[in-house]
Every structure is written in C-alpha cells, then in structure tokens.
C-alpha cells in the first residue's frame, strides 16, 4: 500500500490540469531539512501530516531542504543519503507524487537564484532578530555561525514566494521566518511591482508544538533533544514504545489535559490523540481512574502501530532508488516551470538586462 488513494475528482483535475494549462487550485508549499536520519513525531504532527491532508483541496509543492542543511557543519556522504531517506518518508507518509509536486530544493536552482534578491531586500539588524539564528549560533558563538546560517531565513522566503502559495504548513517555531517572508514580500511589491501574493502560516494549534518526552517544557527537536526525548518514525518500534512508557509525566496520578501543571502528560494526550483521532476529553474519560502506566502502555502500542507499517513502507521505497530518484526529478521539473516564471518577472522588475 505505497499511498492512500487520491480522490478521483482531484486525479482527474490535475491529469487534465497536467496535460494542459496549470491546476487552478491555490498552492501549498512547504519544506523539511534532511539532517536526520529519520523525522521525528514533531515534524510528523506538527507539519508534514498536514501536507498529506492539504493534498487533497490544494496544488501542493513539497521540497527536501538540502540548502538548508548545510548551514552548519554537515558530512556530504550523510547528506545525500538523509535527502533520499526523507523524500522515501514523505511518500511513505502518504504524499502522493501524482498530486504533489515533491522535488530536492538544490534541483531548481530558482531558490537561491531568487535568495541574493531578497539578500539585497533584508537588513542586518531584521536577520539579526531571527530566534532560530540566535538559538543555532548560539553554541558556539555568532562569530563562529555561517553566512549561510545567517542568511537561512531569507533563502526560506525565496523558496516560499518563488511559487505564490496561499499556504505554508508547518510548525510553531517556523511562525517568525513565516512573518519575514511576508514582509519581504510586502517590501519587494512596494519597491519595485506587486509581484507576490503574502503567504499565510498553517499551523494546527493543537499540534503546533510537540514537546520533548524528558523536557516537556521544550520542542521535540533533531538538533536539540536527547535521545530518550525523542521519537522517530524509523527508529525500531520496541525502542520507541519504551522511550514513551519512560516519559516524564509528574507526582500526581490523573490523566488530564494542563499544559502548564501538566507538560508531560499534556504532551502524551496531544500525541495520542492526533494519532488515533480520539478527543483530547474523550481520552481523559477513558483513563478516569487509572494509572499513568495503562495510559502510556496504550499509547506505546498506538505509536508502534503506527510506525511499524510505515516503517515498512519507507523501506521499500528505499530498496528501487531509481524510481525514488526518477520522482525527484519529475517533480523538479515541474517545481522548475513555476519557479522559472517568477525569477524571470522578478529579474525583469529589478532591472537585470535579458540574457
Ligand atoms: P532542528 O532541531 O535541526 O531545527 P527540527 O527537529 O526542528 O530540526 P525541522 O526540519 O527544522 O526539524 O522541521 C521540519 C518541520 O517540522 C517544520 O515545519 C517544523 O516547524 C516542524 N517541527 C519540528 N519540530 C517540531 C515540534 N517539536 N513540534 C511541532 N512541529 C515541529
Ligand atoms: N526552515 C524550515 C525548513 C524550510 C521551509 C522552507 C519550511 C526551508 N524552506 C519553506 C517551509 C517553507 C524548517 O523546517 N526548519
């Protein structure tokens, strides 16, 4: 079962919309870097479940954030294997390469192309004020952070706005980059000719921000967490089952949603309910009275349900990296003729001679 079947309408729309002009739905466009081994569940139900879902109302583009990766030190063996190893999740996860655009962002040469523009948009001190660059530089030091680090948010505008969409799914701590790209737009209209359309944030209150199962007062993150806080889709499903049954909760025996008295619980309902559907009050009623061990022994076994099959999946779309790689490439050709457009109107807007 490599994808959940399309809707037959939309396949139908977009074969015609393929064979012809472009869709006519509004875009969604979103991003994931390849600097893990695996996703995690925060970028799972923070952000790229909802790629899935947005398949179905939207013409979606989906790119693996390569760029982006190497902004702080990275192994060039590693890179290239993580950039399959996440495109293999991202249609394991469901997204269905017939109805989205999924391609490799060093594929359209557009983004960085479209980035010195903006480069030449964005102040020193606007860059400076970034969260995550002064939480990633922060290690060790600004003077020791790339330009690349630094320009990070900026090369994320030109990979949103190169393709106009009216979405962009992702988590709670990508909102700022999200406020940057729509100023820059804003800016670039104002300065030159209204060429963009401001882009809206998606982001699912409910899931905004999975927290790490040992700090739960932190995000779930590749970079930041310690293995026990985290989960990953591919990691072995026992090893995942027992890192929840280990999850900090607190001295007290009620499950019950309190994201400040309760962090960890709270998180462990969040989590359980996105993945089986289930209300967060419906949950409560059903552990009234039982103890944190039956709550998270049951979650265990929704989590190893749920990464077991997907898991499986990943794998077999590893095990044909031609036809892996013949995706990429198609949906880099496509991304290309969007992404073509607009840096052709910018250039012309800014005043570069025609080659
Ligand atoms: P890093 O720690 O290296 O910054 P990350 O784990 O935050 O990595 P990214 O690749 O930066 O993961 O994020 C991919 C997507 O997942 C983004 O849309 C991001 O907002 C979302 N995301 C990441 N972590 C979480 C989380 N804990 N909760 C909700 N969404 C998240
Ligand atoms: N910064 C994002 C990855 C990313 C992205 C994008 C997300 C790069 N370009 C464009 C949305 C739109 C992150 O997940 N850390």
């Known amino acids: 079962m490599p994808y959940p079947g399309p809707a037959n309408r939309f396949r139908a729309g977009r074969m015609l919309a393929m064979s012809t002009a472009p869709t006519a739905l509004p875009r969604v466009l979103s991003g994931i870097q390849p600097t893990a081994d695996s996703f995690h569940f925060g970028n799972y139900l923070g952000a790229t479940r909802q790629w899935v879902a947005l398949q179905d ?66 102040s020193f001190g606007e860059a400076r004020r970034m969260t995550q660059f002064k939480d990633k530089s922060a290690k060790e030091g600004e003077g020791a952070a790339s330009v690349a680090l630094f320009a990070y948010p900026i090369l994320q505008a030109a990979d949103i706005l190169l393709y106009r969409p009216q979405y962009v799914p992702v988590g709670e701590d990508q909102r700022q980059h999200l406020e940057l790209t729509r100023d820059l737009a804003q800016r670039f209209n ?54 929840i049954r280990s999850a900090v909760t607190d001295s007290d025996t009620e499950v019950r949603f309190d994201e400040t008295a309760k962090p960890g619980v709270s998180n462990l309902l969040t989590i359980y309910s996105a993945l089986t559907g289930r209300s967060i009050e419906d949950l409560e009623k059903a552990y009234d009275g039982k103890g944190y061990g039956d709550f998270k022994g049951d979650l265990a076994d929704v989590v190893v349900e749920f990464v077991t099959p997907f898991r499986d999946r990943t794998k077999a779309l590893l095990d044909d990296p031609a036809e892996l790689d013949g995706i990429l490439k198609r949906g880099a050709e496509r991304a290309r003729e969007v992404a073509a457009r607009t840096l052709a109107d910018v250039y012309d807007r800014v005043g570069f001679l025609k080659a």
Not at 70 to 90: E, F, G, N, Y
Not at 196 to 209: D, G, M
Request: hydrophobic share 40%.
């Open 57 to 122: 109302e939207f013409d979606p583009f989906f790119f693996i954030a390569d760029l982006h990766s190497i902004t702080m030190s990275h192994d060039p063996k590693l890179l290239a294997q993580r950039t399959r190893v996440a495109a293999a999740q991202l249609l394991a996860m469901g997204i269905d390469p017939e109805r989205s655009t999924v391609f490799v962002q060093s594929h359209v040469p557009e983004h960085a192309q479209l980035a010195w523009v903006f480069n030449s948009l964005t």
């Open 190 to 243: 104002h300065r030159y000719k209204k060429t963009f359309k401001l882009p809206e944030p998606y982001i699912l209150k409910e899931t905004a921000k999975i927290s790490d199962l040992q700090q739960p007062e932190k995000k779930m993150s590749k970079s930041a967490s310690s293995p026990t806080g985290i989960v990953e889709l591919l990691d072995d499903p026992k090893v995942s089952a027992k890192k």
